[in-house]
């Protein structure tokens, strides 16, 4: 009896695709696992090994769904008519998966954005650090922290976001920002002074940037509908009730603002404490001019 289930197991043609199909899964796999630990350890920079790693992986699914379907392609061939009939209730229970797959498409080849890229998605900034299938995974900024800082949080957001919100990428194009630092100045200070110790400050910190950011922004100008704009630091001023204000405009690395505005800052501050009093920071001040008389 034993012999005779061993030969109607052996001759079940769904159970001998079922061993072939697992045959192949086993060896694909096998192979991937190997390319990535061999080649893996030869690949120093840490961008080029997760891309490579990502393809090993997807080439090794795609050709595990090949060999299976390769495999049971007799039988699947029966069901065409029962997926089509059933297409429109899965593509609505699975609309979310579909148009996250969609979305996945979309930032692959449409250049949304891809890892390392900074960007903010639906009110949520951080630097990509992961694209699913489904899902994009970023190192989330902000919050209750200040600045351009990591919090420690990592935000996993589905990929069919990108046909519903706007899109922010900080570092795609044109990986600078333009930044400010404003500098309160008390009225009767020397303002031509002014001008000069922020003109120095910038010539010491930021001209690197402006002429980078300037070749960058020519290739903008070819790709794009946009006007060639000056990436050159400057100085402006204006009067207000308390005090006169100069802003320092310019333009930086994505990931230095924050560097760079605290050099400014240390800068500006050993400059002013130098001026021997020319130069003086303002505060909000506040004059009484009339006392409320009292009552007889």
Same mark, same amino acid.
């Given at each position: 009896?034993?012999?005779?289930?061993?030969?109607?197991?052996?001759?079940?043609?769904?159970?001998?695709?079922?061993?072939?199909?697992? %045959?192949? #899964? !086993?060896?694909?796999?096998?192979?991937?696992?190997?390319?990535?630990? =061999?080649?893996?350890? @030869? $690949?120093?920079?840490?961008?080029?090994?997760?891309?490579?790693?990502?393809?090993?992986?997807?080439?090794?699914?795609?050709?595990?769904?090949?060999?299976?379907?390769?495999?049971?392609?007799?039988?699947?061939?029966?069901?065409?008519?029962?997926?089509?009939?059933?297409?429109?209730?899965?593509?609505?229970?699975?609309?979310?998966?579909? %148009?996250? #797959? !969609?979305?996945?498409?979309?930032?692959?080849?449409?250049?949304?954005? =891809?890892?390392?890229? @900074? $960007?903010?998605?639906?009110?949520?900034?951080?630097?990509?650090?992961?694209?699913?299938?489904?899902?994009?995974?970023?190192?989330?900024?902000?919050?209750?922290?200040?600045?351009?800082?990591?919090?420690?949080?990592?935000?996993?957001?589905?990929?069919?976001?990108?046909?519903?919100?706007?899109?922010?990428?900080?570092?795609?194009?044109?990986?600078?920002?333009?930044?400010?630092?404003?500098?309160?100045?008390?009225?009767?200070?020397?303002?031509?002074?002014?001008?000069?110790?922020?003109?120095?400050?910038?010539?010491?910190?930021?001209?690197?940037?402006?002429?980078?950011?300037?070749?960058?922004?020519?290739?903008?100008?070819?790709?794009?509908?946009?006007?060639?704009?000056?990436?050159?630091?400057?100085?402006?001023?204006?009067?207000?009730?308390?005090?006169?204000?100069?802003?320092?405009?310019?333009?930086?690395?994505?990931?230095?603002?924050?560097?760079?505005?605290?050099?400014?800052?240390?800068?500006?501050?050993?400059?002013?404490?130098?001026?021997?009093?020319?130069?003086?920071?303002?505060?909000?001040?506040?004059?009484?001019?009339?006392?409320?008389?009292?009552?007889?």
């Amino acid at each position: 009896m034993m012999d005779h289930f061993l030969e109607n197991w052996i001759a079940d043609p769904t159970l001998r695709r079922a061993i072939i199909a697992a %045959g192949w #899964v !086993a060896l694909i796999w096998s192979v991937t696992v190997l390319i990535r630990q =061999r080649i893996f350890s @030869r $690949v120093e920079d840490s961008e080029n090994r997760y891309r490579f790693r990502k393809s090993i992986t997807f080439l090794g699914y795609l050709f595990i769904l090949l060999a299976i379907l390769n495999a049971f392609q007799v039988r699947l061939s029966g069901l065409g008519l029962a997926l089509g009939v059933a297409g429109a209730g899965i593509a609505f229970a699975l609309q979310e998966v579909i %148009g996250s #797959v !969609a979305g996945w498409m979309a930032i692959l080849f449409a250049g949304f954005y =891809r890892t390392g890229d @900074r $960007v903010q998605l639906g009110g949520i900034k951080g630097d990509v650090i992961d694209i699913g299938v489904l899902r994009t995974t970023l190192m989330e900024m902000g919050q209750w922290v200040d600045s351009d800082q990591y919090n420690g949080r990592i935000v996993r957001i589905a990929n069919s976001f990108v046909f519903k919100e706007p899109v922010f990428n900080y570092s795609a194009d044109f990986p600078f920002i333009w930044d400010e630092i404003k500098v309160p100045i008390r009225y009767g200070s020397d303002y031509d002074e002014v001008e000069h110790i922020l003109n120095s400050i910038a010539d010491t910190h930021l001209m690197a940037y402006a002429s980078t950011a300037q070749q960058t922004w020519k290739g903008m100008v070819k790709k794009y509908m946009i006007e060639d704009a000056s990436t050159q630091p400057t100085v402006s001023r204006s009067a207000n009730d308390n005090w006169v204000e100069f802003v320092l405009r310019y333009t930086v690395d994505y990931k230095r603002r924050r560097i760079t505005r605290n050099l400014l800052t240390i800068d500006l501050l050993k400059a002013v404490e130098k001026s021997q009093g020319r130069v003086q920071m303002a505060s909000t001040t506040i004059e009484i001019t009339k006392f409320p008389e009292k009552p007889a």
